[in-house]
């Protein structure tokens, strides 16, 4: 049996000094003299590493030499109060074995600067850098705190299926899931694809959103909650859209479109809080990686808060609640529509507002995050809540600086005449959608819910500007590798 590891995390915060222990990780970078070699470990619990310091002579040149950046270690010592500057501890090896070695002709991560771009191309090594490690353990706090955040409220978190047969935005962008030889699809006598003789005998894909499911569940169990993949073959790329990303919905029984704009406020907050209490050294790692990164960028692509201070900020600011018609009036009036600098002109009310509109009124006019509501019915999906006005539906998008829309969100159309006849205008086939009506026909109450895309929450919290550098293995057009 191997000896019990320790964890570098745990030696770093508290030091039992001259304890013998065994630590395991990877060698970030070694300098080495004539008789005595320094060693950086990493082992993922933390972006620190552990200095090793190793007796040239105990060991001999040739394994010395084999420690190389990337080769995989068990080190076998003490632990003493640290001779040099920037660590308080480190580790005096007594036995050093070598897992594997990693050729330094040959590893692509050497201890320098690799840009961003030629990390995607190595996704299955850069959790090896302290950007992507200190990423994804801030993804990981995430994740948590969305359980913790529902879990301590009382809401169930429920599996909607990830194969389904319904298109919940109704926009055509899904992916389609079949068992098909795909040179041989049987066809009707009319020269149609025959699903029938399909898997699952009709039309199927991926999924883009669990709400539908949701509100089935939460109209028995009240509040609950989702977390899974999405999937949707939109052909933008952007840095904000991926083709498989994850989503959390919570959907809520008994909440008005103000209840919904509160909650989603409170864990936008949360989150946000939980990442600062748990994650700092990532985060003030990632802060300093942004500000190295913009002395390369003109002053005004410079943002005027740091990482951490952004965060702050969203906290010690109530979000700006405005209507889309008030939003509008702004943007209408704005020097860079009147001057034409938006590529998409406001010109009248009932314009789909692009990511140029959404991050001018975040960062230049409101500077701070934005709550918009009451959309015109048109430019929203079929099962939002139709208003009085006969023109607006009650949905609420929420805005965040340096990334746009990050919530989309109504109240639910629960009255069954106003949502038949508006599936019948948007031309959604309601025999199809039965399961989903009945929660309308049987014990309807007022409900809401929203969802928020994961990754681009981790781009608020970590910084990054392009959604591809959040998740481990991206998905875009063109990309499916790892
Ligand atoms: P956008 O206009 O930015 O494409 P959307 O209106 O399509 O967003 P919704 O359908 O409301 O978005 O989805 C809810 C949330 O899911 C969005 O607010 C966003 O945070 C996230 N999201 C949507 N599409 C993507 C995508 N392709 N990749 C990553 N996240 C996404
Ligand atoms: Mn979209």
Redesign the pocket.
Known sequence: MRELRTKIKGILSTPSFDKEITVMGWVRTKRASKNVAFIALNDGSTINNLQIVADVEVFGDELIRKITTGASLSVHGKIVESQGAGQACELIASSIEIFGEADPDKYPLQPKKHSLEFLREIAHLRPRTNTFSAIMRVRHALAFAVHQFFNDKGFSYINTPIITASDA?GAGETFKVTNFELENIPKTEEGKIDFKQDFFEKEANLTV?GQLEGELAAMALSEIYTFGPTF?A?N?NTT????E?W?IEPEMAFYDLKDNMDIAEEMLKYLVQYTLDHCLDDLLFLEKREKEDEKNKPQNERSELSLTERLQFVLDNEFERITYTEAIQILKNSKPNKKKKFSYLIEEWGADLQ?EHERFLVEKHFKKPVILYNYPKEIKAFYMRQNDDDKTVGAM?ILFPGI?????GSQREERMAKLAERMSEMNIPADDMWWYLDTRRFGAVPHSGF???F??MIQFVTGMGN?RDVIPFPRTPGNCEF
């Open positions: 935005e959103s949707r939109e933008s904000r859209h991926l083709a990303f989503m990511s998008d746009g829309e990050i919530i989309g969802g928020l895309g990754e681009r959604i």
